[in-house]
């Protein structure tokens, strides 16, 4: 009895739902499995494409500029992640205290958010210049002989790429963060103060656990985007200074160089390497965020 | 559209459509001017002062009132124009007929059969009428795959003021211009000013400024076997002064400043606009920069030279310019020739080198009068006989390779590492980056 009128509703599902899956594999799953087919060959574009199993990848590993770029690329992600994070939600908590001029403050903090990440990277380049760089400016005043080539030693240039990033992205955090904060009934404030939680205790035990789905948004958005970083390099360092990171050597591989072979490893290992953080913010963080919402 | 179905029966609409294409046929017709042969398609990079080109465009147009040029205009970055270049070639872009490119390129192009050879265009006496590095460099296996457009050649630019309040002759060593710039920073203590500014930022004129101090003291990157060669004594010997006694000093901090490992042509420029820097390597179309008292402080008290050399070798500048190439999968090669031969004629070349200051490829415009009148230095005698011509004509070739990019890419973090730092592991560094060159292996052909 049950059977046909299943069936029946199943076709017109498949009918509604196909359209996205064919589109979804021709958008993403062909052009993933592409490169990655491209990444098992030795290709320069000269006619001269070879199967050659993983030897492209072999080659990654023995590559000084390729575990260069590793190592940078993971110290950004390490580094500018949980800074934006901390930072963004110093400034969701500020935002959402200010009662006054919130909306103009919240389209302020937007500014930075907006600008093209091409245009931040032309103007942190100006402000760490060792010419006449405004940041010598303020440390140095008119003694030009003191000025420092900031972009020309690895730690401050990796810096300076990594505090770009602060700047640009964490206005993103606090925005998400803050739509957290605001989804927090005031209710639930209310009746700890009647039950005479202190002020920590409320952010402890109220807004924390309650804001921690926004919060884990962001760590995601956030560290998938990390991995991907290239603009900033690209303007301010053309990867000088231990600066390089794995899209930027990927850009120089496949689009300068016409080594498809080894252009496409390097976009495999970024997928892969993005692969496994979406994978166990999914199956941990996400079961987490699950739990939470139980709860709550 | 809602309005008309409704409105209208489905028959005059079919009517409206036949009508439709009549006029576009009709319309395309008369754009194509009824032979599609006439139409041209010319890339090139933005220019900084685009009316030349354009003049010369013109002057093209107005010789062949059937041909339409059309202008697709690249970017000014040369490795975006590469890239857009390189896309439009590999896909056979109808876009593109005609097309500049960078003299570093023929040898990859070549190979991947972007480019129609021209050894059936121009003879022995045509190829003579250019500078011969120019021309060797669009010669891939004794086939000719382009015509050089204009020449770039390292220069040095100096103070004149400076050096003369000094009784100081353009140096002829690297010595000498080490040692001119210590007596004249030594006797301004207190002045903003530096010795010498040149490009060490990691990008390709690093390979050009590093190449051309290489080639004064008689070192090449190409080894006897025609391969690049990167682990020699005279490359480590190069990079260590550029290390030691150029940038990272501490006994004459002033001979150069670490920004240069940050400069490219426009930052080390810049600073010798200031007034900054007793000495500047750069191309030669800086000299109407360097001259123009809108933009520089220093107008008319600045003079060029050829790049000094180090003892028992020879002056060295690294060969640049733009080369003239024809798209093989065009159609309309004859055309494009036709087009070619303009733009590499006498008087063109003559109209450009005067209103651009650019150093161009043919070699009888530095005995025309009215060049020489317009731009001194072009054929000024001095002590350097006409620097530029003597430049151009010794100068120096980077490595040819198919894999040119791959080369250049490894040798500039090498290079940059090098040099960054005043306690760089120069043997380790040349030797790991050997290794690397040897890897690019089959595409690497060597020999310019």
Known sequence: ?296 | MRLHRNARPPRPRGAAVVVLFVVLGAIAACGGGGDDGRELHFLFWRQHQPEPLERAIQAFEAAHPDVTVVRHIGSENVSDYYRELTTKLRNQDPDVDVFFMDVIWPAEFAARGYLAPLDDRVGAAGRDAFFPAPIRANTVDGTLYGLPFSIDVGLLYYRTDLLEAHGFQAPETWDELLAQADAILAARPDADLYGYAGQFDRYEGLICNVLELLAARSGSLVGPDGRPQVDTPEVAATLRWIRDELIHNPAVPRRASDYLLTAKEQESRDMFLRGDAIFLREWPEAWKIVNDSARSAVAGRVAMAPLPAFPGGAPAGTLGGWQLGLAAHSPRQDLAWTFVEHLTSHDVQARLAIERAQAMARLSIYDDADVLDAMPHFGRPGPWGRPLEDAAMAAVPRPRSVRYNALSERLQRCFHEAIRLPDSDIPALLRDCAAQVAELGDGTTGAP
């Open chain 1, 1 to 296: 009895m049950a059977r046909p009128g299943r069936r029946r509703r199943r076709a017109p599902a498949v009918a509604l739902v196909g359209p996205a899956v064919v589109v979804l594999a021709l958008l993403a799953v062909v052009p993933i499995a592409g490169a990655m087919w491209t990444s098992l060959h030795h290709d320069l574009g000269l006619g001269d494409r070879r199967f050659v199993g993983i030897d492209n990848y072999g080659a990654l590993a023995g590559d000084s500029a390729a575990r260069g770029a590793l190592v940078f690329t993971l110290i950004f992600v390490g580094v500018s992640v949980p800074l934006e994070l901390g930072l963004g939600f110093g400034m969701a908590l500020l935002m959402h205290r200010a009662l006054a001029a919130r909306g103009a403050l919240r389209a302020l903090l937007l500014v930075p958010w907006a600008i093209p990440t091409v245009v931040t990277s032309w103007m942190w380049l100006y402000i760490f210049d060792g010419d006449r760089g405004i940041l010598n400016y303020l440390i140095f005043g008119a003694n030009t002989q003191d000025y420092v080539t900031f972009l020309r030693h690895t730690w401050l240039a990796r810096g300076a790429v990594i505090v770009a990033d602060v700047w640009k992205t964490t206005p993103f955090v606090a925005l998400l963060i803050l739509a957290g904060l605001q989804s927090i009934p005031r209710e639930v404030y209310e009746a700890a103060r009647v039950d005479g939680a202190s002020r920590l205790r409320q952010f402890v035990s109220i807004t924390l656990p309650l804001v921690r789905p926004a919060v884990l948004v962001a760590l995601l958005f956030r560290t998938i985007d990390a991995f991907r970083v290239f603009d900033l390099v690209y303007v301010m360092t053309s990867g000088r200074a231990g600066t390089s990171v794995l899209q930027y050597l990927g850009y120089q591989r496949l689009i300068n160089e016409s080594d498809y072979g080894m252009g496409s490893a390097l976009a495999v290992v970024v997928f892969l390497l993005i692969g496994v953080v979406s994978v166990f913010y999914v199956r941990f963080v996400g079961a987490a965020l699950v739990r939470g919402e139980g709860r709550a």
